[in-house]
């Protein structure tokens, strides 16, 4: 079974101030922390499920290009 996941910063548990999401900001730290919880979370669950293939994507990426809110979900990724 493949999963695609598409994953937004605003959609977080805990971002309830756009300083949250503003990678210049000491909030945003926080922010990407709940974020890379939440979707290796979801791929723990998908894989528990079944999952053989997960691809996630990071909504903004394109946005910042080279930043993403998922620093350090690309090393969470290859743990699990």
Same mark, same amino acid.
């Given at each position: 079974? #493949?999963?695609?996941?598409?994953?937004?910063?605003?959609? =977080? =548990?805990?971002?309830?101030?756009? !300083?949250? &999401?503003? *990678?210049? #900001?000491?909030?945003?730290?926080?922010?990407?922390?709940?974020? &890379? $919880? %939440?979707? $290796?979370?979801?791929?723990?669950? $998908? *894989?528990? $499920?079944? @999952?053989?293939? =997960?691809?996630? #994507?990071?909504?903004? &990426?394109? %946005?910042?290009? &080279? !930043?993403?809110?998922? %620093? =350090? *979900?690309?090393?969470? *990724?290859? @743990?699990?």
């Amino acid at each position: 079974m #493949k999963i695609d996941i598409s994953a937004d910063i605003e959609g =977080i =548990i805990g971002v309830t101030h756009w !300083d949250g &999401t503003d *990678l210049g #900001k000491e909030d945003s730290t926080i922010s990407r922390q709940q974020m &890379t $919880a %939440e979707v $290796a979370a979801v791929c723990e669950g $998908a *894989l528990r $499920a079944g @999952a053989t293939e =997960i691809w996630v #994507k990071d909504d903004h &990426t394109v %946005e910042f290009e &080279t !930043d993403s809110y998922f %620093e =350090i *979900l690309r090393f969470m *990724l290859f @743990a699990i």
